[in-house]
């Protein structure tokens, strides 16, 4: 007797009656059906076949679940495992091993690497709300032993008085039993092949359904603390190693660099050789357990001053094939740095990553000195258009310009005073159509780069800029060093900052000192320029 196993998700193969077979046995949906004789399946003769088995996705969970049975037979269910609780719950309940006595931890054998196998490929069928049952139920029901902490906690403090010894020894028990017991799996699936990668996609899952707010679960966002503290101690700057990317690295690195980039998107070709060309430079960090895969990707260009615009970067194409002149490289600006893996969110890299280049460009480059970010302003006009539509609702339409600011709009739109002209200007920033007018830019120019430099110094979210990049760049030690209007005149800058591009300069030996100001006291390093910008807007703006 013959059983075909089909690639495709929702297939149930009755063995009984060999009619209610799907179609898709006999078609394959693209993908090629595979014969197995089912005496080559099982061995013991006297095993009688339940009514339905789940259809394998592939022929390498199949094998793998052959691996996985100690008596070398396919395990069967009574229903599909694929949104079934009880598939679930025998999967979880075969491969997440119980966790070791604390006497025992060292010397517990580990189990056979097709446990994470099977887990891995069991998780990669699953639909995307099977995924959040399977996730919540591994969670909550394979965590941490809570009784057992409550009463190691107990057992801590009747030891206080007790030996240095014997006090550190319980610290150390209820340390280990604060350990999830899914830990044991995550270590174990990062030593199989692909299982690093593997994990850096499950946190992404794992990010996506907190940020939805798909689930409320604790016990979820304890699964995030745990992956993103693994990854962390993986993806430690020491064990990263830096590459450079030109035109001569191999093509599907090449091709992932040019996918990835979400500042500046690379429109071809030509486009991407002129990245990794002369004048510029394109680094990246890899890792061995993710081989071509680049995990941050930093572009850099060579000038001989800081940049205040982003087409003379990507869009002019006159260096594309000419030779580097060293005594016309001054400056180094980075204009676009794009994390590749949703999953690492939250695990410093891209920090690492800018001091690790500005070494490398400083041997390459011993008399550059100059150092600086031309940055997207991401976030500046949905913020503008909120706090014009919040000052309507409030009836402080007119704290937001001077007079004449005011006068000018309404003269460009012809809209009324008042209302009329704040709604028309809150339609002129949704729509970009201000930029057709060069009257109306030029009347706008002042009031966006004062609200611009509000926006990135004053606005804040627990203490810390609100805008993301400034945020990333303040971190790092940078000085908020200059906004630059008309900067990116692409639709997508005009859309998202009206066309206003900022400097972060990094003065290496101010750096350390500005991090440091920053997270612990909150303090912005800020330029003159930026800092006027920002007392222009207190006056004029009445806020």
């Known amino acids: 007797m013959n059983l075909l196993v089909c690639g495709h998700d ?42 339905s088995v789940w259809c394998w996705r592939s022929r390498a969970v199949l094998k793998v679940a052959l691996k996985a049975s100690d008596v070398k037979s396919c395990r069967l269910y009574s229903t599909p495992i694929r949104g079934g609780v009880t598939g679930m719950e025998e999967i979880l309940a075969r491969v997440v091993a119980p966790l070791p006595t604390y006497e025992t931890r060292d010397k517990y054998p580990p189990p056979p690497e097709s446990k994470s196998l099977e887990f891995m490929h069991f998780y990669g069928s ?85 940020s939805t707010k798909a689930s409320e679960s604790p016990h979820i966002r304890d699964l995030n603390g745990t992956l993103k503290s693994l990854l962390s101690e993986w993806f430690s700057v020491g064990l990263l190693r830096l590459e450079r990317i030109t035109w001569q690295s191999p ?73 580097e002149d060293v005594n016309k490289i001054n400056a180094a600006v980075f204009y676009s740095i794009s994390s590749t893996q949703a999953g690492l969110q939250g695990v410093e890299l891209g920090n690492y990553l800018i001091k690790r280049v500005v070494r490398g460009l400083q041997s390459e480059f011993p008399h550059m000195a100059q150092f600086s970010s031309l940055s997207p302003i991401p976030g500046f006009s949905s913020w503008l258009q909120g706090l014009l539509s919040q000052c309507k609702k409030e009836g402080r339409g007119s704290d937001l310009l001077s007079e004449q600011e005011w006068k000018e709009v309404e003269q460009a739109t012809g809209a009324a005073p008042g209302s009329a002209a704040a ?34 110094y004053g606005e804040k979210r627990r203490g810390y800029a609100l805008n993301p990049v400034a945020n990333f760049h303040l971190q790092n030690g940078a000085t908020m060093w200059r906004l630059n209007w008309n900067a990116d005149t692409s639709p997508r800058g005009v859309e998202n900052s009206c066309g206003v591009m900022v400097n972060y300069r990094y003065f290496l030996n101010d750096t350390s000192k500005n991090s440091a100001l920053y997270l612990q006291n909150k303090v912005i390093a800020a330029s003159e320029q930026v800092l006027g910008l920002v007392s222009q807007f207190q006056k004029s703006s009445k806020l």
């Open 10 to 51: 929702s297939c149930t193969v009755s063995l009984r009656d060999p009619e209610t077979v799907p179609s898709c046995v006999f078609t394959g949906h693209g993908r090629p059906r595979v014969p197995i004789q089912l005496s080559m399946i099982f061995r013991p003769t006297n095993w009688a076949f339940r009514s």
């Open 126 to 210: 699953l639909n995307k709300e099977d995924k959040l049952g399977f996730l919540t139920k591994l969670s909550q029901d394979f965590g941490v032993d809570h009784k057992g902490v409550s009463e190691l906690a107990l057992r801590l403090l009747d030891t206080q008085l007790r030996d240095l010894a014997t006090v550190l020894q319980v610290e150390d028990r209820l340390r280990y039993g604060l350990t999830p017991r899914y830990k044991q799996l995550l270590n174990h699936i990062s030593r199989v092949e692909g299982g690093v990668k593997f994990l850096v996609d499950l946190r992404a899952d794992v990010l996506e359904i907190i």
């Open 251 to 323: 093509c599907d690195i090449l091709q992932r660099i040019s996918q990835y980039e979400a500042v500046h998107p690379i429109r071809n070709w030509t486009d991407l050789k002129r990245r990794v060309g002369p004048h510029r430079r394109c680094y990246a960090f890899t890792h061995a357990a993710m081989p071509g895969e680049p995990l941050v990707v930093l572009y850099v260009a060579l000038t001989e001053d800081i940049s205040d615009n982003i087409q003379s970067i990507v869009r002019e194409f006159a260096t594309l094939d000419s030779e």
């Open 423 to 456: 709604d028309a200007l809150r339609k002129l920033i949704a729509t970009s159509e201000w930029t057709r007018s060069e009257r109306l830019a030029c009347a706008l120019e002042p009031v966006l780069m004062r609200l611009c430099a509000w926006y990135l």
